[in-house]
């Protein structure tokens, strides 16, 4: 057995507590869903999903414990992952209307949002500092499995909750979008929104790096 089921109950009551609480993630899946539709926050879903993942695997291996205990590694991945999302709030206040054609709003719009997605959780510290904090929490000493293995089986267990809930999210807030994508006057202002929530996030990400300095 991989994970102490005695303490299993105590574990999805606070991963559950955890998807409730309004984060970087959820704003980003939510407002891709608002002003692209589902398939784009499905794709987002699915990107930080894929991050979260990582996170698991190297958690589990030891080396992002090693990572959260180096401040020069956690200050630079505040500077790039906030670099990083200022460069995409930019990039989308700078885009106007008639640049978002159909096919952008498909699949191209989709994989672009799965790549934001995955890096800007990738590059965000406090996500590392996360799975090193929490997981280690619910290890057990009563059961044969190391705690490698208890962290990989944990930290899955987190991803899979968080991609059913953001599923969820995204098919409500999915819904009301779908209407708003062909209001020519929403289509105008909806890429300096996303804009606007990218360089939110990046400046919640910057702020983080200068309280570390």
């Known amino acids: 057995i991989m994970i102490d089921i005695t303490i299993l109950p105590v574990y999805l009551t606070a991963v559950i507590a955890l998807l409730l609480l309004p984060g970087p ?46 401040p020069i590694a ?17 990039d989308c206040i700078r885009s106007e209307a008639d640049e978002a054609p159909e096919l952008q709003q498909g699949s191209t719009m989709a994989a672009t949002f799965y790549q934001r997605a995955l890096v800007s959780n990738l590059l965000n510290p406090k996500a590392l500092v996360f799975f090193v904090m929490f997981l280690p929490q619910f290890i057990s000493t009563n059961i044969a499995a190391t705690s490698g293995e208890q962290m990989l089986v944990l930290g899955l267990l987190l991803n899979v909750l968080g991609l059913l809930f953001n599923l969820i999210l995204v098919a409500l807030v999915g819904a009301l979008g ?11 202002y909806q890429h300096k929104l996303m804009g606007g929530i990218f360089i939110i996030l990046a400046f919640w990400m910057l702020r983080s790096f200068v309280t570390a300095l």
């Not at 779908?178 to 105008?188: D, E, P």
């Open 25 to 70: 993630d959820m704003l980003l899946i939510a407002s891709s869903s608002m002003s692209y539709g589902r398939k784009v926050g499905l794709f987002a879903s699915l990107g930080n999903a894929t991050s979260g993942i990582i996170l698991t695997l190297l958690a589990a291996l030891g080396v992002s414990a090693l990572i959260a205990m180096s």
């Open 178 to 188: 779908k209407s708003l994508i062909n209001n020519v006057k929403f289509r105008t």
């Open 74 to 90: 956690l200050k630079a991945l505040h500077l790039v992952g906030g670099a990083y999302l200022l460069k995409m709030g930019w």
